[in-house]
């Protein structure tokens, strides 16, 4: 089947600009993660969504950043005010559920964005 | 202490060799454990979940000790493919988070 979704793939924006991520996950997956990865760094959790409950939002640096997930499907990560180091690859995982069994985490292909 | 830990490497071995890592965990409480891979400038990838018990996919074989809390991951038989990077993940217990390690590069050389 198929897998997570993210688009745009790249994405290069001017400082101070705002940006949109979008990530699709697995139909039927009630759990959805949003991390960043600057180079050659580990995995940074931002966010987490479970089913129709309030986010997890500990992750998320600052007030600039913020996400939605609509209808329990599509998320949109948004970058507000963008500044350089922000620079890194988004990532958006899913899992079948939240909770200690089934939480496997699946990964779609990443944004990379670039502020200039 | 760090939440999860891995010696960065690199490892390099040459084919057909059988390599070793170690992972650490400071959270005595959690529950779910895993391993994935990631390939230069490419998303993670599950390699497998890690049960108390031992288990093993393959050429690879994962293994869990509560009481030390660490986890290894073993390859045998080492082939070109396997050069990668290798994430250490454990359950964030209660927060249906997990934590990621930064990872331990795998080099294998023909």
């Known amino acids: 089947g198929a897998g997570v979704s993210q688009s745009p793939s790249n994405k290069v924006t001017e400082k101070g600009k705002d940006v949109e991520l979008r990530c699709d996950p697995i139909s039927g997956h009630t759990a959805l993660y949003w991390y960043r990865q600057s180079l050659g760094q580990g995995l940074e959790f931002l966010i987490y969504f479970q089913g129709n409950s309030a986010p997890d939002k500990s992750g998320l640096p600052s007030d600039r950043f913020s996400a939605e997930r609509t209808g329990g499907s599509v998320s949109t990560l948004t970058i507000q005010r963008t500044q350089q180091e922000d620079s890194a690859v988004y990532l958006c995982a899913s899992s079948l559920r939240g909770a200690s069994s089934q939480n496997e985490q699946y990964f779609g292909p990443g944004t990379r964005l670039t502020v200039t | 202490r760090k939440e999860v830990e891995q010696d960065p490497g690199p490892f390099n071995v040459p084919e057909g060799a059988t390599v070793a890592f170690n992972c650490t965990y400071s959270?005595?409480?959690?529950?779910?454990f895993f391993w994935y891979r990631q390939d230069c400038r490419k998303e993670p990838k599950l390699l497998m979940s890690?049960?108390?018990s031992g288990n093993e996919d393959g050429r690879f074989t994962a293994q869990l000790n509560r009481a030390s809390q660490y986890i290894s991951l073993l390859i045998r038989d080492s082939k070109l493919s396997d050069s990668a990077t290798y994430l250490c993940v454990v359950e964030n217990s209660g927060y249906s988070t997990l934590t990621f390690g930064k990872g331990t590069m795998l080099l294998v050389s023909p």
């Open positions: 890690v049960y108390s």
């Open positions: 959270n005595s409480a959690s529950q779910s």
